[in-house]
């Protein structure tokens, strides 16, 4: 069965720091998402993603990060200049399309900002 | 504004009890969808089902159930015959039925089930 894979799965990184999380969605997929978890809190949306262009993005999502889907497959997250505060886990999601609204999720990327 | 309440933070039980996890959730849309998601001590996040507004039907996947009420405005899960694998994170979460909306989550529910 297709997965949605992450690279890398552990990320520490020095405060001021660039860092670039990379996803994979399934290859069917069409919108794309990232939504981040502070340790022990809920699931928070970021960005959504569709054809090459950020559809939505929440206010955590400022000038410090960007989205790129530069080959057609590779789906990536940059935050510019890391802060203590970007420590999390950065889940990737897709999903197939408009009528089928069920996002699938990678297993994550803990991002440990020091 | 969306707004998913999962009011038990954290939940115990004894392997085999029965356990229903509580979500109650807020939208102005007519049409929406329901979800909800485990997320086991590994951290990824696996998603068990979705529910449309229109369809109020119950819905049984073996161990697993959930009763969606409109009129109440709750989706609540319930584990029959808990196991100790069943131990994980759940997470309501809510979405419109509309282009490329995201999900707004509930802040979860922690389940421990003790052997």
């Known amino acids: 069965e297709p997965e949605v894979t992450q690279t890398p799965s552990h990320q520490v990184t020095q405060m001021g720091q660039e860092v670039i999380l990379r996803c994979v969605p399934i290859?069917?997929?069409?919108?794309f998402y990232w939504y981040r978890q502070i340790l022990g809190q809920k699931v928070e949306f970021l960005v959504s993603?569709?054809?090459?262009?950020?559809?939505?993005k929440s206010e955590i999502f400022d000038d410090q990060f960007s989205v790129e889907r530069p080959d057609g497959s590779n789906f990536t997250l940059k935050i510019r200049s890391t802060k203590l505060e970007d420590s999390a886990m950065y889940f990737c999601?897709?999903?197939?399309?408009?009528?089928?609204?069920?996002?699938?999720f990678g297993p994550g990327t803990r991002l440990t900002v020091t | 504004a969306q707004k998913v309440t999962q009011a038990q933070t954290e939940i115990s039980v004894v392997e085999k009890e029965d356990v229903t996890l509580d979500c109650v959730y807020e939208?102005?849309?007519?049409?929406?969808?329901l979800f909800w998601y485990k997320q086991p001590p590994s951290g990824e996040l696996v998603f068990l089902i979705r529910?449309?507004?229109?369809?109020?039907q119950n819905e049984i996947s073996g161990r697993y159930s959930w009763n969606f009420q409109k009129s109440t405005s709750s989706f609540n899960f319930t584990i029959t015959a808990s196991q100790v694998v069943d131990s994980a994170v759940y997470f309501c979460?809510?979405?419109?039925?509309?282009?490329?909306?995201?999900?707004?989550f509930g802040k979860g529910t922690r389940l421990s089930v003790i052997a």
């Open positions: 999601g897709g999903r197939l399309a408009v009528a089928d609204y069920e996002q699938y």
């Open positions: 290859s069917n997929h069409l919108y």
């Open positions: 993603f569709y054809n090459n262009e950020i559809s939505e």
């Open positions: 939208t102005r849309d007519t049409t929406y969808y």
């Open positions: 529910r449309n507004s229109f369809d109020e």
């Open positions: 979460a809510l979405s419109e039925a509309r282009g490329n909306t995201p999900l707004v």
